[in-house]
């Protein structure tokens, strides 16, 4: 007798656009879902570095669309997205992972600097979201990630441009979800990972004359992806990543001037004992040619004295903030009495 079970179909691929494609992060979230057989249209500035990492997807079995793409040029991300659409006939979740940094002191880094870190970071994810949210509203469904980094929350001397970005960010992802509020199948993702081992650091716009390097604990990039990929399964609003992440957060809350304080003084020291370095603008105007995932600091650099005693400094703020939190008056008599204590 003939079956009377047939097979359902299995529904298809998502659709994932992703930029800032061809290195670090971006090269291993692109790795990591073409392991999971997405349909994925990749961006990047580099023709080159974009279409190596395609054909890296392409061998592991993706179907992939590389479209050269400056996030800073608002009707070039409007034709990727056209693109994406064309190809695939629909998008199920971008990611906007461009990310550039200029570190300096304030004043003396150029101005054009400052203002295409705010271009790339900033206007980049907000050019994405603008490219993408009407098809999200058209369908009912859709996933925007936007990638900060704990730099969202903890400010960063030596890099006020990328602050005022990674704070933008944030903004924006919370602005956008409030207001699609009104469409539970569209879901804006924020990610805060603390300093990745990538290239970033080591291609980045540096006006300070010291070979700089990144801050230990680092995290593995591919971690990182994994997180991506498991946002575009099952959206949620904030990931962070890194041990010193909510320590981060905590100390920022708690003493805001006194975890400036000590960063700056940090960032002082280390620049201090760097070698010399001369000024470079980095990837900020032409790409980078360096494609790497990894940037090599693990393996190269062991935690470090500054390291720990600025990460034990962080805990101890975060620990110093929740006994506050938790020794706070709780009540209008109880504000009274301490008040009253105060004056005796």
């Known amino acids: ?39 994925l249209v990749l961006a990047a500035r ?17 179907t992939v669309l590389a479209v050269p793409t400056d996030v800073t040029d608002a009707a070039a991300v409007q034709q990727l997205a056209d693109n994406a659409l064309q190809h695939f006939g629909q998008v199920d979740v971008w990611i906007n992972n461009v990310g550039v940094g200029a570190i300096g002191k304030f004043e003396l880094t150029p101005l054009e600097s400052h203002r295409r870190v705010i271009e790339a970071n900033l206007l980049g994810h907000l050019h994405g979201a603008y490219a993408v949210v009407p098809h999200f509203r058209e369908r009912g ?18 890099a006020a441009a990328y602050t005022a970005s990674k704070f933008g960010l944030r903004g924006l992802s919370e602005s956008l979800r409030a207001e699609l509020s009104d469409a539970p199948g569209i879901h804006v993702c924020e990610v805060y990972p603390t300093f990745v081992d990538t290239p970033g650091v080591s291609h980045g ?53 006194l975890l400036g304080r000590f960063m700056n003084w940090a960032a002082s020291f280390a620049l201090a004992r760097a070698d010399r370095a001369g000024a470079s603008d980095g990837n900020l105007f032409t790409p980078s040619q360096n494609t790497a995932i990894d940037g090599g600091y693990r393996k190269s650099r062991p935690l470090t004295t500054t390291a720990i005693a600025g990460g034990a400094a962080l805990i ?8 506050h939190a938790q020794h706070q008056p709780r009540t209008p008599l109880e504000k009274l009495q301490r008040q009253w204590q105060r004056l005796r």
């Not at 580099?46 to 079995?61: P, Q, S, T």
């Not at 469904?141 to 030596?158: D, E, H, K, Q």
């Not at 101890?316 to 006994?323: E, F, Y």
């Open 316 to 323: 101890g703020l975060g620990v110093a903030w929740w006994w």
């Open 1 to 39: 007798m003939p079956s009377s079970t047939s097979s359902t179909p299995s529904a298809p691929a998502q659709v994932v656009v992703l930029t800032g494609a061809s290195s670090g992060i971006g090269r291993a979230t692109a790795l990591a879902f073409a392991g999971t057989g997405a349909r």
């Open 46 to 62: 580099g023709r080159d570095a974009l279409g190596a990492v395609a054909a890296e997807c392409r061998a592991a079995g993706a």
């Open 141 to 158: 469904r859709g996933t925007l990630i936007n990638m900060i980094s704990i730099g969202g929350f903890v400010p960063a001397p030596y």
């Open 205 to 257: 716009a540096n006006y300070t004359g010291r070979r700089v390097r990144p801050t230990p604990p680092l995290v593995d990039p591919r971690r990182v992806a994994a997180v991506l990929v498991s946002l575009a399964r099952s959206p949620r609003p904030s990931v962070q990543i890194g041990s010193v992440a909510v320590p981060g957060r905590m100390a920022h809350a708690l003493a805001p001037g």
